[in-house]
């Protein structure tokens, strides 16, 4: 099992690599105020403004069993899909289109993150 320090590092590394120049955010999780998965994932603060999570502040929220998410920096896409059987049926397209994508599963479903570069020269396969 991971540390929390290693787990903390491995988040942040893992953010930085899907979502270059992304910060950390704390997000609202379930709650008895808060039984809706859309209300669930989103964020406490004013995300544009407020202050990245340091490390030691994700280390606590994952500790106290809050969500986490991270801001979606320029050039990176994601694709949020609380349906898995339609998530599956995005990343055939993608797939099919040459599209790499990193893919996770969600509570609900899953997400797909991109990078997008080029984006206006990109030719659609037919």
Known sequence: MLSDNNFVSET????QYLLPGA?????????????????????VEKWKVAAGLSGS???????????????????????????????????????????HCHCIRTLMGGSLFLRITNMGKRKLNK
């Open 12 to 15: 942040l590394e893992n953010v």
């Open 57 to 99: 502040e994700i280390a606590i929220l994952i500790r106290k069993g809050h969500w986490i998410g991270a801001s979606i920096p320029a050039g990176g896409i994601v694709i949020d899909i609380d349906d898995s059987k339609q998530g599956e049926l995005v990343k055939g397209l993608l797939d099919a289109q040459n599209f």
């Open 23 to 43: 910060k950390v955010i704390k997000l609202r999780g379930y709650s008895r105020a808060h039984k809706v998965y859309t209300i669930a994932k989103s964020p």
